[in-house]
């Protein structure tokens, strides 16, 4: 269970996602944490770090009218995104407390204050509504009204210790009415996003000997490292928050109940947790609960790194003794919780017992690029965002610190909000960067259109580790702001994707960069004119590359 120290790190968190909100000195006291905690949430669960598409999700009452100046009536959801690569609505409802009591939680007429946005969506007839609201409930019920296959999730979040009970009769017949799934986020669950880098964590524990193999990646090394058959209630002692229960491995496992996990271990791991109502957490449960035998052949297992590891034979080579000193898990993290998850709300002692699992361990020392590319590698094997996959790469994190020393918090993983004592100019996300790159490079149609692809298919043509210069990428970041700038400062109606097209195109025009941009709306202006397109429609479309370049090769 999250404690209060848990709580106030999430909070000054939350007050650091404020500051990108523009707010008053007033609205920073009394409405900073809460606003920013929502920020927080959807950049989490979403993994859209830019800042402005995440404002742009929030119908909040009070944020409405605070940060855009508008009234609205949210009708009980504060933010919706609609993810249309993977086609799944998901509606969040906020629960923020200022202060912390540990005993409380989400209540069910939290979730039914939610009726009052669905009941529309169901019948199809968003009336009476305030725009904000209105918009989004539009949108839904298009998707939903079309032949393509759409998923609705509603995610009930609080920066309290208790969630919301799931089977709960209530809580199921509301799922069943609106053919939707639910999910809880609180307190504990939301620290695992935002974990810090941890101080070393050590753990002790002893199995048979025909349960371990040893590796070396060479005779003369003395480095070693082991592949085991763990039991799945010793790696919960191992990996639990109580630090005499790691290093005691006589501990009895009926003390494991209610044991958390130590949120920190996670540090290096590159997946969230879905939820245990996804497939593959909802298998790995089952799994425990039902053939608790068979886990070991079911489950592809987890990857530890290690600073230091002890081990030897004991008991006339019975056994196995090993302690390891500074471990993280870079692999296998949400088949970790699923396991807590059995634990704490299904315990069988007898079960966690029998269930085996298969543990890679790897002594790395203090070798941290050694660890990235353990992870990065164990992981590209797992059904992973490639931009997560990439974000723990030793040549983004380089990248990562040359741009920090110029005061840009160069955004890889959801939740970062950088160093403590550290402040940053700029915030930006590695997915922006790629597009700005791109685009310098002659794409901002595929900057735009194929956002995934950029990190598959073109990643090492824009992360080109041999020639990408990082002195080039601060100018193109400084060059994305200063279109912005302009774009703000003059009556256009500015995006991001203009903002793209105006950097392809001081590439390919001898022009200042007010000319570049005046070059770009008459491009659009005169692009299928007689069609009745918005300059986004336009701007996606495939043609419109092409018409630009053909305008610019009848000038030369």
Not at 329 to 341: K, M
Not at 380 to 389: E, F, G, Y
């Amino acid at each position: 269970m999250a404690n209060i120290n848990d709580f106030k790190n999430v909070k000054q968190r939350a007050k650091k996602y404020s500051e990108y909100l523009g707010l008053d000195d007033a609205n920073k006291k009394t409405n900073g944490a809460r606003f920013g905690f929502y920020l927080l949430i959807l950049e989490c669960v979403t993994s859209i770090k830019d800042i402005d598409e995440l404002k742009n999700m929030v119908i909040d009452t009070e944020f409405s009218s605070v940060v855009f100046k508008e009234k609205n009536n949210d009708l009980g959801v504060d933010a919706v995104h609609v993810n249309l690569e993977d086609r799944v609505i998901q509606l969040f409802n906020f629960k923020y407390r200022d202060t912390f009591k540990i005993n409380s939680g989400l209540k069910l007429g939290d979730m039914v204050d939610v009726s009052k946005f669905l009941l529309p969506i169901v019948n199809g007839i968003p009336d009476g509504m305030t725009d904000l609201t209105k918009q989004k409930v539009e949108l839904i019920i298009e998707k939903l009204e079309s032949d393509e296959e759409w998923k609705l999730e509603l995610y009930m979040v609080s920066n309290e210790n208790h969630p919301l009970e799931l089977e709960d009769p209530t809580v199921i017949q509301f799922k069943d009415n609106y053919g939707m799934q639910v999910q809880s986020i609180t307190l504990e669950e939301i620290v695992a996003y935002i974990s810090d880098l941890p101080q070393d964590l050590n753990a002790k524990f002893v199995i048979d000997s025909e349960s371990v193999m040893t590796y070396e990646m060479d005779t003369l090394s003395t480095l070693k490292s082991y592949l085991i058959k763990l039991s799945l209630a010793d790696l919960i002692r191992i990996t639990c928050s109580d630090e005499k229960m790691r290093m005691n491995p006589t501990e009895e496992y009926k003390h494991l109940q209610g044991q958390s996990l130590e949120m920190s271990l996670l540090f290096d791991n590159v997946r969230g947790y879905l939820g245990s109502n996804t497939k593959f957490n909802g298998n790995i449960i089952k799994t425990i609960k039902d053939d608790p035998n068979k886990f070991f052949m079911f489950n592809n297992g987890m990857t530890i790194t290690v600073k230091d590891i002890k081990a030897g034979y004991q008991n006339g080579r019975k056994k196995f003794g090993c302690e390891i000193k500074g471990f993280q898990i870079v692999n296998g993290g949400q088949t970790l919780r699923s396991i807590y998850e059995f634990c704490n709300n299904q315990f069988d002692e007898e079960k966690l017992a029998n269930a085996e699992i298969l543990v890679r361990l790897f002594q790395t020392e203090a070798d941290k690029e050694l660890t990235n590319d353990i992870a990065e590698y164990t992981n590209s094997q797992n059904a992973i965002s490639s931009i997560d996959l990439k974000s723990i790469s030793n040549f983004q994190i380089q990248l990562s610190s040359y741009l920090e020393t110029y005061g840009i918090l160069y955004v890889r993983k959801a939740g970062d909000t950088g160093g403590k004592e550290k402040e940053y100019n700029r915030r930006i996300p590695m997915d922006k960067v790629a597009q700005i790159i791109y685009s310098d490079m002659g794409f901002p149609d595929r900057a735009t259109n194929q956002k995934n692809a950029l990190f598959e298919k073109y990643y090492n043509n824009i992360f080109d580790e041999e020639n990408l210069d990082f002195d080039n990428v601060l100018n193109l970041i400084n060059l994305y702001y200063e279109i912005e700038d302009m774009y703000e400062k003059s009556e256009t109606v500015g995006f991001h994707q203009k903002y793209l097209y105006v950097i392809f195109l001081s590439t390919r025009l001898e022009n200042s960069l007010e000319e570049c941009i005046e070059a770009l709306e008459r491009f659009i202006l005169e692009y299928k004119r007689e069609e009745e397109l918005s300059a986004a429609r336009k701007l996606i479309q495939k043609g419109f590359k092409d018409h630009v370049v053909e305008s610019i090769e009848s000038q030369n």
